[in-house]
């Protein structure tokens, strides 16, 4: 089956520029989604189709694929920033795949 | 306005079966795909069914496949999903997602999540 694998943990001071990695075999043939949950909340849709942003998702949210490896990246980086992240691709054979996760933290 | 409501979580016992329900508005069913994607506690996000927006395509995760089934009346504008031998390790936060488009080919994301329902699974 299909995995993508995140870091568990990224520090980050407040201003500067957070960046969480998602490996997968051969991701730059995906689309890779990214998502932001807040303790207690759903979900949040933040980048599509790699590096895409919804409406009304700040532009220090971005996001980059190459090769094995997808990144979210956030620019100045706010408190209200601090979640846990999650990547999802799809694959033909595993359908949805969601990363392990990765939770920031605004030091 | 896009909104999922959940409803339908509880305690169960092992063994035990339960329906969640999902009732969307905002937006007609046979328009998106729709996704049941659960959380166990303290752990990460894991994608369980798929129906496509014609309803013809149904998918499931390996660990729930032959237990878990997902439907919709498109009438009332809902999704379900019907439950079956539930086991601790089902404990989670069940949530409803809408696929950004009728069915997947590829490039498939969740653009609305639900509030999130609660199952718990103990003796």
């Known amino acids: 089956s299909y995995e993508l694998t995140q870091p568990p943990s990224v520090s980050v001071s407040p201003g500067q520029t957070a960046s969480i990695a998602c490996s997968g075999y051969k991701l730059d043939d995906k689309f890779v989604s990214w998502y932001q949950q807040k303790p207690g909340q759903s979900p949040v849709l933040v980048i599509y189709h790699d590096n895409k942003r919804p409406s009304g998702i700040p532009e220090r949210f971005s996001g980059s694929s190459s090769r094995n490896t997808a990144t979210l990246t956030i620019s100045g980086t706010q408190a209200i920033d601090e979640a846990d992240y999650y990547c999802?691709?799809?694959?033909?054979?595993?359908?949805?795949?969601f990363g392990t996760g990765t939770r920031v933290t605004v030091l | 306005e896009v909104q999922l409501v959940e409803s339908g979580g509880g305690l169960v016992q092992p063994g035990g079966s339960l329906r969640l329900s999902c009732e969307a508005s905002?937006?007609?069913?046979?328009?998106?795909?729709m996704n049941w994607v659960r959380q166990a506690p303290g752990k990460g996000l894991e994608w369980l069914s798929y129906i496509s927006g014609g309803g013809g395509t149904i998918k499931y995760a390996d660990s729930v496949k032959g237990r878990f089934t997902i439907s919709r009346d498109i009438a009332k504008n809902s999704v379900y999903l019907e439950m079956n031998s539930l086991r601790d390790e089902d404990t989670a936060v069940y949530y409803c997602a809408r696929g950004h488009v009728h069915n997947c080919g590829g490039d498939c994301y969740f653009d609305y999540w639900g509030q999130g329902i609660l199952l718990t699974v103990s003796s």
């Open positions: 999802q691709a799809w694959d033909i054979m595993t359908f949805h795949v």
């Open positions: 905002g937006f007609p069913l046979n328009t998106n795909n």
